[in-house]
């Protein structure tokens, strides 16, 4: 019955984010200040990972294709599928789901906990548009930050190739460039999408709706994590079951 009552109150919630907008002039500050701590705060990690787990397909594929019948451009056609159907926008998602998805059930926890929701609410403020909605807007450009991925791992697969020894530059190359489906990119921007808006909401959901003081909000930013990375895992399922059956 618990389930039942947080996925109700989760989209009832989604429901109240749209009613009753704040003015654009604050909006604007809000939404600008979460670009900053959501999608520009998280380059750094999603570039450092990966460039380097571009580079461990690259090495994996290469050293499992030992028959000399199987052409060398396969490692870098099998590093390009790997980061742009899979590792770019699924597991990402999940390491943002630790990294944004606690920051924003702590920030919005420790709001709760220190009763500033209930001061917006007596200022007559809608704190659900207020405090989830800039939050939602923001993450709508975190496919960049996953294009940003994408390249940086094919790069790492290529700088692996290379240094490492695996094959010539060209080969993995033209591996990139073979049998190259176009729709493919914009499957994973149609996921990408999907994971922003559960990125934004699902820990918004148990930073708001949180109970208890300080230690609560380490409990929840935990359930939150948990929860989100569940629902992109099925989501993932769901999707590519819709798009590439």
């Not at 570039?47 to 199987?70: D, E, K």
């Not at 993995?172 to 990125?199: E, M, N």
Request: hydrophobic share 50%.
């Amino acid at each position: 019955m618990t389930y039942l009552h947080n996925i109700g109150a989760y989209f009832l919630m989604i429901v109240e984010m749209f009613r009753k907008p704040t003015k654009w002039s604050v909006m604007k500050t809000l939404i600008l200040k979460d670009i900053d701590d959501l999608i520009i705060g998280s380059l750094g990690i999603v570039a450092f990972i990966s460039f380097f787990v571009g580079g461990v397909i690259t090495i994996q594929t290469a050293l499992n294709i030992s028959n000399p019948l199987i052409p060398k451009y396969l490692v870098g056609f099998a590093t390009r599928q790997s980061i742009v159907l899979e590792f770019a926008p699924t597991f990402t998602s999940v390491i943002m789901a630790g990294k944004v998805g606690s920051f924003i059930t702590s920030s919005i926890g420790t709001m709760r906990v220190t009763e500033q929701i209930d001061a917006l609410e007596v200022m007559g403020i809608n704190s659900l548009n207020y405090l989830i909605f800039p939050k939602t807007i923001a993450l709508l450009l975190y496919p960049f930050a996953i294009a940003v991925g994408m390249f940086l791992g094919i790069l790492g697969g290529m700088a692996a190739c290379y240094f490492g020894g695996f094959g010539t530059m060209e080969d993995y190359i033209v591996g990139i460039q073979t049998d190259f489906i176009p729709f493919h990119i914009t499957y994973a921007f149609i996921k990408t999408f999907v994971f922003a808006f559960i990125l934004a909401t699902i820990p918004s959901f148990y930073g708001y709706y949180m109970k208890g003081g300080a230690l609560e909000v380490g409990k929840a930013s935990t359930t939150s994590f948990v929860w989100t990375s569940v629902t992109i895992i099925l989501l993932n399922f769901l999707l590519t079951q819709m798009l590439l059956s």
